[in-house]
């Protein structure tokens, strides 16, 4: 009896003797079905599974919808919901503190494609080593259904009309940045999506998820790009994609050919099975006609579509201390006394 | 030619008195020509001779091309405030010919390049012509460097015809050139032939000359954005984020050229300094930010249009309480304004940064070695508030040169502030929330990111927030925490450097001023103390108001408040926090770009108090 008790505690914890529990964060107060609650389950699910002690990791977002998710997971982690649009510069000062801490930032559509495209761009292009999760739906939510700069060519919504403008394809956006890591998935494919953040946890530099996320309340009619239903019929996923820990043996069966390994730096690796087509992703013309592709013909390419693990990270271009740099002392920060006389002798 | 401009040049007698030591020698030339150089080597040189001495240089936004002007000013006494009246002018620049030479004072000199072909009309003043062109042509250098070469000549004539020290000219040049010998002879050539040539062609006719002092033993020459970067390197700045912007681009250039050399980790001889050069400045200063709130000692360096973008974040970290250091070198504004001439015009905004209410704490460096000491004592005091500190110096400050007193080595140990580490939460069991006013000074404990106790993570947000960091929409969650920061705010005075007061025994009336003017009064303050007037002077060093600065506006009949800009903000300020003296408090606001002058100061002094009577 005892025994079992033993044995259903044990069960419930990963292998840093942590509960999911540990890594859940206030209840949610989006609505009923939005696509960002299950992100944030996968989230949970993910860095629970990754066996990631939740004190190891610091999680950022700017301002939407999405960027109040970061306060439903990850309770014991720090965090900082910045401003609307400008997550990526917070994140790229805070991360300096402690290099060692791995990164999160939740943003939306309005808060990376519209007012924060500059910074986004910006922390592309710096390579800084964190996962950027884009909750993309199409539509302003907290401020109650305007077009965002996602939202489809054409599209109807209640108060606003038809929208007159083309989209921004994020995932496009990312890899003209050089991006070294970009990804596509939908929140209604929540396997994909844990297996994509294991995957972009593991990643040396910024992974770009660009997830479609519908928002039940403003943008989810069948006929729009970022609803359930459209999703579900128009998702082509590149390949069937897990994601293998460190020294772990893949258990996989595949036969020759099917099976694309991509190994990371920290020895995990990703496994892309082949579904209808081949695919590379680490060649960057080809992750860039199969998104133009996509968009052509109107369908939800899914999966690791770029991956580039050679770029250093923007810390490396640093020649830091490996203790981080928020725990160094007066002593190491305070140049001596005696160099007092130097610097006054260098002036003139 | 030197016979013709001995004949045409009658001065009077009376002029012929020697003056030593005590004028200026303004050189008018374009910009991008290298005449920069050939100005800092003339100025050196005279800093090393024990002369006290000044640079002021008046230049254009522009790369190439337009008329710029460098003021050096020679002062025994140290008055070395910009002056208006032009002693020396060497003009080589022939689009603004005609009004240089009309500014030069009666009984002066004018040194000019003779190739400039224009009449001379003056016929009080001494002559040089230099034949720059000429010397250039001879010298045999190569094209490309001509026209940095021809400046030097005037280097040569003019520390001949003054009697500057040659070896010190020498000096001068090896300084600048860092020891690079091919440069240093090179112009040192062109500067020894020149001086060569007015021996043997220009005869002495005027009075002014240098005599070597003592008068600089004791002092450095520099400029305040070294010593703001400088400062703070030694207070331990680890992470900086910029966009290049005049004037205060050099202070981040300057934390680039340091690191290297004072902060190498002793441990691991690895930076423990972070430069980034951002996309913009609402990107520095979110990088700042974030690295405030990491732990980070975190600070960004721009002018007023880049404090303009920084506004929001700025109000972010108010209420997140996130320390960070916001250095504002200022130049003339609104809109892009006068990017190349200095103001203090960023007072208002900077005060009051963002929306709702806002009060920030700001300190005003009055020197440049009080640049230095206030590079490295914001963080200290950023870190005890845990709140922005926005340094106002200006582009006087930060671009010209100054004589000051050697930077001194931080007198107390760094201020981190309430941190709380493993160890520290480990003692109190965990028990702790981040706004938590446990010491009733309104200043709440803080964590960093990588504490790994189990609870010492929170959530920093813009939004309403309870006393722990969860969201709160309560109202007299929101009220409490809006108090609070009143108090921490109000509280900061303590920490504060306290204002410098200059007392006169039986003064009624006083100046009251800041930052970089300090000099001008001070000089002016001697003048208008010999013509019979008794004035105190007050100069602030940081807001919020301190009761000393309240005492000193009451106990005078008449506050003058001298300040760069048009609206009087600092009196504005003042009238706020000292409501019972409204009518003691009198602006006099300066507005057209340029540093104070003593002159300046002395004739809109006499004529407000001769309206008194």
């Known amino acids: 009896m005892t025994d079992q008790i033993l044995q259903t505690a044990r069960a419930q914890v990963n292998l840093v003797g942590l509960t999911k529990n540990d890594y859940r964060g206030n209840p949610s107060s989006l609505c009923q079905g939005c696509g960002h609650n299950s992100i944030s389950s996968q989230i949970i699910a993910a860095c629970y599974e990754l066996n990631i002690i939740p004190e190891n990791m610091i999680k950022f977002s700017g301002i939407g919808c999405s960027s109040k998710s970061p306060f439903y997971f990850l309770n014991r982690t720090f965090g900082f919901n910045g401003l609307h649009g400008r997550m990526p510069s917070l994140a790229t000062g805070a991360m300096f503190g402690d290099v060692s801490l791995k990164g999160i930032g939740v943003s939306g559509d309005g808060d990376t494609a519209s007012i924060g495209m500059g910074q986004f761009k910006h922390i592309v292009r710096r390579n800084v080593p964190m996962v950027y999760i884009v909750e993309n739906n199409g539509v302003y939510g907290l401020t109650k259904g305007q077009f965002s700069a996602t939202a489809d060519e054409g599209l109807e919504l209640k108060k606003q009309g038809t929208n007159p403008y083309l989209p921004v394809d994020i995932a496009w956006e990312a890899l003209v940045g050089h991006a070294t890591f970009v990804a596509r998935s939908f929140a209604g494919d929540p396997k994909q999506v844990k297996e994509l953040i294991k995957a972009a946890m593991s990643h040396k530099g910024i992974a770009v998820l660009d997830i479609i996320s519908p928002c039940v309340t403003f943008n989810n009619q069948d006929s729009t790009s970022h609803s359930y239903s459209w999703g579900k019929e128009h998702e082509v996923a590149l390949h069937d994609l897990s994601y293998v820990p460190p020294a772990e043996e893949i258990m996989v069966d595949y036969e020759d050919g099917q099976i694309i390994e991509v190994t990371m730096h920290d020895g995990s690796m990703i496994l892309l099975k082949k579904l209808d087509r081949d695919y590379d992703p680490k060649n960057r013309a080809e992750a860039m006609r199969v998104l133009e592709e996509s968009n052509k013909d109107c369908c939800l390419i899914t999966g690791l579509i770029y991956i580039n693990q050679s770029h250093p990270t923007l810390f490396e271009l640093y020649n830091l201390p490996d203790e981080p740099l928020n725990r160094l002392t007066e002593e190491r920060l305070r140049p001596p006394k005696e160099t007092m006389d130097k610097v006054n002798a260098m002036m003139f | ?613």
């Open chain 2, 1 to 613: 030619m030197i016979i013709e401009k001995t004949d045409s040049s009658p001065v009077s007698a009376k002029s012929m008195e020697p003056v030593i030591n005590n004028f200026s020698i303004t050189v008018a030339s374009v910009n991008g020509s290298g005449s920069q150089t050939s100005n800092l080597t003339m100025m050196r040189a005279l800093f090393k001779m024990g002369i006290p001495v000044s640079g002021k240089n008046i230049f254009p936004s522009n790369i190439q091309g337009l008329p710029t002007w460098y003021t050096i000013r020679i002062n025994e006494e140290g008055h070395l405030a910009r002056c208006e009246d032009q002693e020396i002018v060497v003009a080589m620049n022939p689009a603004t010919f005609i009004k240089d030479m009309e500014g030069v004072v009666e009984g002066g000199v004018l040194f000019y390049d003779d190739s400039i072909k224009f009449p001379i009309s003056r016929q009080d003043i001494h002559l040089y012509p230099m034949p720059v062109k000429q010397m250039v042509r001879d010298s045999g250098a190569p094209a490309n460097i001509r026209d940095y070469i021809a400046n030097m000549v005037y280097v040569g004539i003019v520390a001949n015809i003054l009697k500057i020290d040659m070896d010190r000219i020498y000096q001068a040049l090896e300084y600048h050139f860092k020891g690079k010998q091919k440069p240093i002879d090179l112009n040192w050539g062109m500067v020894k032939n020149a001086s060569d040539w007015a021996d043997k062609n220009l005869q002495k006719t005027d009075a002014y000359s240098v005599r070597p002092s003592n008068k600089t033993d004791g002092f450095i020459m520099a400029d305040g954005n070294t010593a703001a970067a400088l400062g703070a390197l030694y207070g331990g700045l680890q992470f900086a984020a910029w966009y290049p912007i005049t004037p205060a681009t050099s202070l981040a250039e300057t934390l680039n050229e340091y690191i290297p050399v004072f902060r190498k980790d002793p441990v691991t001889g690895k930076n423990t300094c972070v430069v980034i050069q951002a996309e913009d400045e609402l990107a520095a200063i979110g990088m700042v930010v974030g690295a405030g709130f990491s732990g980070l000692r975190a600070m960004t360096s721009t002018s007023g249009p880049g404090l303009s973008l920084m506004v929001e974040y700025v109000g972010l970290a108010y209420f997140s309480e996130v320390p960070v250091v916001i250095w504002d070198i200022q130049r003339i504004g609104p809109s892009t304004g006068l990017p190349t001439r200095t103001s203090q015009g960023d007072l208002r905004l900077a005060y009051f940064m963002g929306h709702g209410d806002v009060r920030h704490v700001i300190l005003f460096p009055g020197s440049v070695t009080e640049c230095f000491e206030f590079g490295w004592k914001a963080f200290d005091i950023a870190e005890r508030l845990q709140t922005p500190v926005i340094v106002l110096s200006d582009l006087d400050f930060g671009m010209n040169q100054w004589m000051t007193t050697p930077f001194e080595y931080p007198d107390k140990p760094m201020d981190r502030g309430k941190v709380l580490w493993e160890e520290d939460l480990k003692k109190v069991n965990g028990k702790w929330g981040r706004y938590v006013d446990v010491d009733g000074d309104g200043i709440t404990y803080r964590t960093l990111p990588g504490n790994k106790y189990p609870n010492a993570a929170y959530f920093a947000r813009g939004t309403g927030h309870d006393e722990n960091a969860n969201y709160s929409e309560q109202p007299d969650d929101w009220e409490n925490n809006l108090l609070r920061l009143q108090r921490k705010i109000d509280g900061s005075i303590t920490l504060l450097p306290k204002p410098v007061i200059k007392s006169t025994s039986g003064a009624k009336i006083s100046i009251i001023s800041y930052g970089s003017t300090d000099i001008a009064i001070d000089e002016a303050l001697v003048t208008l103390s010999g013509q019979g007037y008794k004035i105190d002077h007050l100069r602030i060093r940081a807001l919020p108001t301190a009761p000393e600065v309240m005492e000193f506006v009451r106990a005078h009949e008449r506050n003058y408040v001298i300040e760069l800009n048009r609206d009087g903000q600092l009196h504005q300020i003042l009238r706020l926090e000292i409501p019972d003296c409204t009518m003691k408090l009198i602006s006099l606001s300066h507005l057209d770009g340029l540093p104070l002058t003593a002159q300046w100061v002395i004739s809109q002094l006499i004529a407000k108090e001769e309206g008194q009577k």
